[in-house]
């Protein structure tokens, strides 16, 4: 596997201190848009049962506000008519311009309230206003608080009338979107690196602007250069040393390295989800079949013909796809499970590490198999439910709580705590660290990787981890960390960090009020910015990219893996 102890040497060690100390936080911005156009709304009723003046008009780009254009909404007149607008997801929004008809009847909008939620139903809500003014012919609503955050706007009537709208504006930040995995996120949300679903970029950044194009920055030969120039791109995936880029037809545009699948995406659509291993990408259609590109070795080339399949996993140099019928087919690296699949149907997920997979059967006993010393041998036993993993070992959870773990010995392989009660459990590179209902945790694996040195009390509600160190946080929002002193192994005092991001050698910690606390590697990015608002933070292996509401990134960390963010002019 691509680990941090491997990579951190080819950096310099003048050149990282040198960078640091002459480089600025840099900072992108993006521009407010209309958040509500073309998205879908609804409304208490419909005057007519045809198409004509539905909720839609209000969010089609036309303000004239005319009867007979169909240019506007029109509901029955009713008690507290209303329409809203779900904005597909949570957004920054800083203004709502209402747009009233013009030909007539402006006044039926002189009593209504402005509302926004992140429910449908607007049980609660972030921010309602009560209007007794009518717009004429607009009223333009600049919120108390720049970056309200909400998913749907409704404007309802406070009194027994029609509700007829021109068009409904709702100005914000469309927030950067960056590709499916991080370095971070896969070290942190998918129960082991290799769990996730893509080799996170170890060394370039990319994003996806409101209109579907793309800003990369970081090494040029991962893909901190070259980027389509094109938009309407909706997810971009990686593997270490690449990108590939997803649009609404289903076409892909690779770029970055092209031993890592930067060229070779294939030119037809209807492509739904990429995967990837460290050097290989794998696109699945809409019917189920797959096309795979990048080192051969890795998984590039091998990839069943046929389709029906469904999901694809990976470890660093194989894949693994799972068919409707439960059955799997693997291609790829012959010790990295590439080879030796479980032959049946009825499978349902794939566990992995760098080196293995491994499945539950129905009856909650585990077949594995790739490299024997490093997962490919799986325990005996039944009654496991979720199977945990590291760079070269295994842990799975039984029903009452018990661990057992197997793969590399000096990984986690063996010396599982034997008692039961673990809900969760976390990793680094090469140890466990178990977290139980009580909150109280048990670590084991490599001395210098987090196995000793986990705090004896107990309250703690979630691990992180970095490559050689962990991190768990109490509810209060304090911090304790243990591993590698000099990779995160040492914590920050206070409380009121509510999530911590990780590269592979730091940590970095989010408070209450969006300022953010970074410790561990003091060459490659434990110096955070100054200042507060940051709402989430992406990273590489080596450098961090922290978003605020406003949809402005500031980057640091190595200069040469994102460290530095593109301004205007790039």
Known sequence: MYTSSYFSKVFNRVLLVTALLTALFTTVHAADINLALGKHATQSSNYYETVRYHAPKAVNGDTKGVWYTNSITHTKKEQGAWWQVDLGGKKNINQIIIHNRTDCCADRLSNYQVSISNKADFSTHTYQQDFHVMPSPKKTITLDAPGKQGRYVRIQLLDKNYLSLAEVQVMGVDLLRFPEVDYSSAQNDFGGFSNASNFPNYKAFATLQADGSITAWGNSGSGGKGAPTDSGYTKIYSTYAAFAALKADGSIKAWGSSDHGGKG???DSGYTKIYSTGAAFAALKADGSIVAWGRPYNGGKGAPSGSGYTKIYSTTNAFAALKADGSIVAWGGPYNGGKGVPSGTGYTKIYSNAYAFAVI????S??????PDKGGTAPSGTGYTKIYSNTQAFAALKTDGSITAWGNLGYGGTDAPSDSGYTKIYSTDRAFAALKTDGSITAWGELYYGSTGAPSDSGYTKIYSAANAFAAIK???SIVAWGDTHAGGTAPSGSDYTKIYSTAN???AIKTDGSIVAWGNTHIGSTAPSGSGYT??????????AIKADGSIVAWGNTHSGGTAPTASD
């Not at 059967?361 to 909650?364: F, I, M, N």
């Not at 585990?366 to 490299?371: K, L, V």
């Open 536 to 545: 989430k933070i992406y990273s590489t292996a080596y450098a961090f990219a």
């Open 475 to 477: 509810a209060d929002g």
């Open 366 to 371: 585990i077949t594995a198999w790739g490299s």
């Open 361 to 364: 059967e129905t009856d909650g």
């Open 265 to 267: 995406a294939p030119t």
């Open 506 to 508: 730091v940590f970095a």
